[in-house]
């Protein structure tokens, strides 16, 4: 019988192409002939890569060694057990996640039938990896409102700039997608841990509504960097509302709001419902997927209660000082959109140069006829710094949409979509009052009414159906057929994201523990074979 070891390197090669991405840090050690097989083989860590893993849109630049020990150490330091053995590796598994969903698959059939992202392999095993609520705790659960919620900061104030930490946390919450409506994952006991609270003390205060913000979710330095705490506030305070009415679990919104990674990379987005026609040629100049139908769904206080929340005496706390968490109800509206792509520019000096300024205009009808007159308005872009779509300086997609009522500029929005260029998961941001009549304003004229009223909202697309192909009109029965389809399609549906009950065993999932445990000791050692270091443990696993 012939020994593995004693095979032809090529036959050998195709035998170690099958194997576990971690069992390329254990098969080295066994002779010095698979040594030599493994060690710095690129061709071998490509191959095992793109047989576990989604082909990357730009292979030629993935430094596949790298990538897989990257992969191996995301999987061991997430399989440890303890919140505080986890909680140092942020940045580490922020940069290894963003990293892994950038070069996610953009190309298949959907995840599901009734799902607008197609299947990944790397958003999978985030998605097994994130399960796990000491992850959660560890990395979804950082930012200064859960911190705060949780009484953990010793001096309750907001750092400027904000803490590294805080924002790569809120980062890779908003990727994850799925709102972690209370501030310790799977306590859901108490109704002081409900985050919905904290977070409107984010999105309601209207000192983060300034003109170094652009009145979005942005840092408020004038950089024009998006500040992925207040993406993630507003993220909490929709999906809390969603959830209270049982609406994130719909056909229509579950696909985005109960889902974990629900295509969050560039390319990511597929319709549950596609258009007969023919694309017309501004929609194949469109890189960032504008035409179709949109639902947006809006979120605001009883104006009464905005004003003393803001302007009420014992709320005039300094500028660094988070006000109370909001206990006020808040009313919900949804708006269905239809857009259509108008023109397209090069991008300007003060945008990101990758691609190019998308302007659109439309139309939107309220789904809830108590709106009727503010939501029945038109949706367009303008143009100079407030164009429709465009890149930001660091490559994030930027939506500003203008509501017209009565001819007048009524409403404004400033969003990021998650997830880069038509990506499946939708844009998150602001509303504010337009503010028809123009106060001047060192030298220029503001958009924005320091009265307010301002809030959270959120808007996805459903359709790429030009619905009648009739610009100036949403046609109803056409956005309910969507909704029949997409309800017919969840009938087929059996992956449908709930978090794991306690109690739940996985045979294989300790198996998989086991090797980890194993793995997490070799962090410790150098393993040497003839004098020579045949896989660097700190290298692999050490920031």
């Known amino acids: 019988m012939v020994l593995l070891a004693e095979l032809p390197p090529e036959i050998l090669h195709n035998v170690l192409v099958h194997v576990d991405p971690p069992d390329l840090a254990w098969i080295p050690r066994i002779c010095r002939t698979f040594y030599h097989a493994v060690s710095q083989n690129v061709p071998l860590f490509k191959e095992v890569y793109l047989r576990n893993f989604d082909t990357p849109s730009n292979s030629r630049e993935l430094d596949w060694v790298q990538a897989i020990k990257d992969l191996v150490r995301l999987q061991v330091v997430c ?31 959907p995840a599901s039938p009734a799902t607008v992202h197609p299947v990944s392999r790397n958003a999978g095993l985030l998605s097994s990896i994130f399960e796990e609520e000491t992850n959660q705790a560890a990395f979804l659960c950082r930012s200064f409102i859960y911190q705060q919620a949780r009484a953990e900061l010793k001096d309750s104030i907001f750092s400027s700039p904000p803490q590294d930490d805080h924002q790569k946390s809120a980062h890779l919450h908003c990727l994850y997608s799925v709102p ?30 300034t003109e170094e913000s652009m009145w979005g979710p942005f840092m408020d330095d004038g950089s024009g960097n998006v500040d992925w705490e207040k993406m993630e506030a507003i993220m909490v305070v929709l999906g809390a509302n969603l959830k209270k009415f049982g609406l994130n679990k719909s056909p229509i919104c579950k696909t985005v709001w109960n889902r974990p990674f629900p295509g969050v990379w560039p390319g990511g987005y597929r319709p549950l419902s596609t258009s007969d026609r023919e694309p017309g040629p501004l929609e194949l100049q469109d890189s960032y997927g504008v035409t179709g139908t949109w639902l947006r769904f809006v979120c605001f206080l009883d104006y ?76 367009r872009g303008i143009i100079h710094i407030r164009g429709t779509v465009r890149l930001t300086r660091e490559g994030e997609v930027w939506w500003t949409s203008i509501s017209v009522f009565a001819g007048e500029d009524r409403w404004r929005s400033e969003g990021i979509k998650v997830g880069g260029p038509r990506s499946g998961k939708g844009v998150l941001g602001t509303w504010f009052d337009n503010c028809a009549e123009k106060e001047k304003l060192k030298g220029s004229y503001r958009d924005f ?79 040497e074979h003839n004098g020579t270091v045949i896989w660097n443990w700190a290298e692999v696993f050490d920031p």
């Open 304 to 379: 009464a209660d905005f004003f003393a929340y803001n302007f009420n005496a014992e709320h005039q706390l300094p500028p660094t000082v988070p006000r109370p968490a909001v206990d006020a109800g808040e009313a919900t509206r949804f708006i269905l959109m239809k857009l259509h792509v108008t023109a397209i520019e090069p991008p300007g000096p003060g945008d990101g140069q990758a691609l190019p300024v998308v302007h659109f205009k439309g139309v939107c009808r309220s789904l809830d006829d108590t709106w009727e007159e503010n939501a029945n308005s038109d949706i």
């Open 449 to 527: 009414d320091p009265r307010g009223p301002a809030g959270p909202n959120a808007f996805w697309k459903i359709s790429d159906k030009g619905h009648g192909d009739d610009p100036d009109r949403v046609v109803m029965a056409d956005f309910v057929r969507t909704i029949i389809e997409a309800g017919q399609a969840e009938d087929d549906d059996d992956e449908d994201y709930e978090p794991p009950e306690d109690g739940d065993d996985d045979g294989d999932e300790d198996d998989w523990e086991n090797r980890l445990e194993e793995l997490e000791s070799l962090m410790e050692m150098e393993i």
């Open 79 to 109: 399989y440890r057990t303890s919140v505080n053995d986890k909680k140092n590796e942020l940045s580490f598994v922020h940069d290894t996640v963003t990293r892994l969903l950038m070069n996610a698959s953009s190309e298949g059939d």
């Open 180 to 209: 972690m409506l209370y501030a310790h994952p799977g306590s859901h006991r108490t109704r002081s841990g409900k985050m919905s609270r904290f977070a409107c003390s984010k999105v309601y205060d209207l000192r983060q509504y």
